[in-house]
């Protein structure tokens, strides 16, 4: 294949990037069948980058898309179906195809895929992975990863939830509010899961990662917009605004990692801020309080240095408290120790990172290290410290971070020195 001009690999990359679990959605919610949207779609964006590079971009990249799309889909239908049942199908089909024209705005189903992906006919494990697959186009490897499983585990268990949405014919609905429960839940981990991705390439230049926080904050607006009395939809809404206005402040010129405590104010987003401390508050006015709403407060409780021009320790200490009964997990006994170090001294925090010590899953869990590493520092105990941080940084995985944390151990043997 030639290469493809910059405006027409630009236009491509954009559809899939802004319209994937759009089209997949659309495509799925009459018949339910995922993976035949998905096989339907990725055969549409094959025939885009052959063909708009010769013929020109659409003036609306999504109808063309959608249009093709249904076009593959008939032919596998035709393929695969020859008794009256299957032309009754195939002739449904072609009807839809009819009468949706392509001026036609498409009305976006993503929010009930994403409920059908949660539902409690799915296993449980597999229900965030394949909103991730389904609305956002991860592939197997990336959401393997990310949930440290086998890409080959991975890929078997999505291909099994697909199949179980089509065979017991899972309704695309957004349930009853006494259904709720367990699956918004299920949704607001996965719309918080892809955000985190898009979080950890902080200079969004990685083409897998690209416009996730963007695509994430999309869907959980639209998650506030369609439960406005949902308070924990609003508290992750919140939660994803507050960390993506510092998104700026996250590197120097330089591309170095800057620590929040070190990062110029002047270079967070004051308008995005303001807006997750309204959303924050009416989350707080429902008088329903849950993981997101309190790990956004804790984000509020960072932002107000840019205000008072310190940080409020006790009141953390006391919102990762909340956090630990409610949604206790190592990130959170983690923040909390590092927390009550600040506000009661590095022997305290030290203290509490070891009353959890003995927890396997932090082995490999770099934040643990770190943290270690530096209260450790902090007491001087040089040796410990320095042993901490060589496993901190032999776990990260992002060069400017495994800086910052090699500078810091360095640190460790000048203050010896001296």
Known sequence: MPELPDTARAAAEAAARQSYGKLVAYLAARTRDVAAAEDALADAFAAALERWPKAGVPDKPEAWLLAVARRRRVDAVRRRLTSE??????????EEMEARMAEEDLPDERLRLM???AHPAIEAGVRAPLILQTVLGFDAATIASAFLVSPATMSQRLVRAKTRIRETGIPFRV?????????LGTVLEAIYAAFAEGWSDPAGTETRRRNLATEAIWLGRLMATLMPDEPEALGLLALMLFAEARRAARRNAAGDYVPLAEQDLALWDDTMIDEA??????AAAEGVVGRY??????????????LTGSTDWVAIKELYDALSVIAGSPVVSINRAVAIAEAEGASAGLSALDQ???DKRLYDYQPYWAARAGLLARLGNIREASEAYDRAIGLERDPAVRRFLQERRAGLGRAERH
């Open 277 to 282: 401390e309204t959303l924050l508050r009416r």
């Open 115 to 117: 409920f059908a992906c």
């Open 356 to 358: 959890f010590s003995g």
């Open 293 to 306: 709403q309190l790990e956004a407060a804790v984000q509020s409780a960072h932002t107000t240095r840019r």
């Open 175 to 183: 349930p009853e509010r006494a259904e709720l429960g367990e699956r």
């Open 85 to 94: 049942a299957g032309r009754d199908h195939l002739r449904l089909i072609a």
